[in-house]
């Protein structure tokens, strides 16, 4: 007996604006939204005691006006200090961007999407493969992003933005 498919559904809350061109994107399925519960989890435990700000998820627009962007990054931090932005939705730029990889977005999370938030100045920016259990880290140096580090299975995740945050890529994928 042949199993089918699931149909690709889409969501009009899905609608994205890259470089002036909508972009409809099919509904994450159980794994993408599970990593993405998970490091909720964890930033938010780590953001929320220390008040430095707050972490948001999708769907959210983060809208970078002045080129015609309307990003829905998987989640979303903004610090005390950009607390303006925060309005019906993200109007200006996030202090970090995490996209979780589908196998629909690889080439808008890793390219296009990389290349905006770098662009309007995302100071960290985080991409998580599911399928190689790997986080890699971004930091805006001098304008461009450098990889700060790219950590896999039970590696220790660290960042630049969260010098004491720490927790192993495993902690953050499901095990289904």
């Known amino acids: 007996m042949k199993t089918l498919e ?14 002036g061109e909508e972009v409809m994107s099919p509904s994450p399925r159980l794994p993408h939204q599970a990593i993405v519960a998970n490091l909720f989890r964890v930033l938010d435990a780590y953001v929320g005691p220390r008040r430095l700000g707050d972490i948001f998820f999708a ?9 015609c962007q309307e990003l829905q990054p998987d989640l979303i931090f903004i610090s005390n200090s950009r607390a303006g932005i925060r309005k019906e ?5 996030p202090d970090l ?15 296009t999407k990389k290349d905006i938030y770098e662009k309007h100045g995302v100071s960290e920016y985080w991409i998580v493969f599911r399928e190689k259990i790997c986080i890699e880290v971004y930091s805006l140096i001098d304008g461009k992003f450098e990889l700060f580090g790219s ?17 192993s890529v495993k902690r953050v994928m499901p095990n289904f």
């Open 6 to 19: 699931p149909p690709v559904r889409y969501n009009p809350d899905l609608t994205q604006i890259i470089n």
């Open 59 to 67: 769907p959210l627009d983060v809208v970078l006006a002045e080129e």
């Open 89 to 93: 939705w993200v109007d200006g730029v």
């Open 97 to 111: 961007v995490v996209e979780v990889v589908s196998p629909s977005s690889k080439k808008a999370d890793t390219i």
């Open 151 to 167: 950590f896999n299975g039970e590696e220790i995740v660290r960042s630049n933005m969260f010098k004491d945050l720490h927790f």
